[in-house]
């Protein structure tokens, strides 16, 4: 009989699943082509001489024209930022407590059935022999985590560990922190940013800018002069 899970741990499971994180990249990648085509910040008077009535409405109802700054398209960018907060929530955990385990107790039969195993028979004492071993896995891994030697009347085996690259794993959550990094970004320029457009001439200084697709105007926070033009 299979566990069901609860309700927030279904709910992060859905928001933490690849299969929404594609929905969401490619909703936003398709998204972004239409504001790369179509024209933004556009008036709906334009917009029925160019693409005729039907189709401006259409446009506008969607809010195609003004895209970046429409409300289905912050949700898309604000449930993608949920996407990679809840992947990092979920699999954080599991990834510390993989960098924090222990090695697993040795065994010749586990290690023979690697693909990478091999056995190599050394004349060499015990001693020169474990020598080598750890100088040549030093210099190809990096430090000796481990190094046990048992004797067994002058004889025995050597048993040397060495590993690399584990907290590699950990370079996951750095791609999510630029990419949200970068959403962020882009719902601060969604809400806050706008486009327009200031004449000026020469000598002139204005702090008023006309917006696009509005009769608007808004004042900036700083004087623009033009010296020479």
Not at 36 to 56: C, D, K, V, W
Not at 150 to 168: F, H, I, N, Y
Request: net charge neutral.
């Amino acid at each position: 009989m299979s566990k069901e899970k609860s309700a927030p741990g279904a709910a992060l499971g859905w928001l933490s699943s690849l299969k929404l994180t594609l929905v969401l990249f490619f909703a936003l990648a398709a998204a972004s082509v239409v504001g790369t085509l179509l024209p933004q910040e556009i008036s709906l008077p334009e917009l029925r001489e160019h693409f005729g009535p039907a189709t401006a409405s259409l446009i506008n109802f969607l809010a195609l024209n003004n895209l970046y700054h429409s409300m289905w398209f912050r949700i898309l960018l604000l449930l993608l930022c949920t996407n990679l907060v809840a992947c990092t929530i979920e699999r954080l955990p599991k990834t510390i407590r993989l960098i924090r385990r222990s090695q697993d107790p040795f065994d010749s039969q586990k290690l023979s059935r690697f693909g990478m195993s091999s056995s190599i028979a050394a004349a060499l004492p015990l001693e020169q022999t474990q020598s080598v071993v750890e100088s040549a896995v030093c210099e190809t891994f990096g430090r000796m985590c481990r190094i046990e030697s048992a004797r067994v009347g002058g004889l025995g085996p050597l048993c040397a560990v060495s590993e690399t690259g584990r907290w590699s794993t950990l370079m996951v959550y750095a791609v999510h922190l630029s990419v949200l990094i970068v959403l962020v970004g882009a719902m601060a320029g969604s809400f806050l940013g706008f486009k327009g457009a200031m004449n000026l001439t020469e000598g002139e200084t204005s702090d008023k800018v006309m917006l696009a697709g509005a009769e608007s105007v808004t004042e900036l926070p700083f004087e623009v002069r033009c010296d020479k033009f």
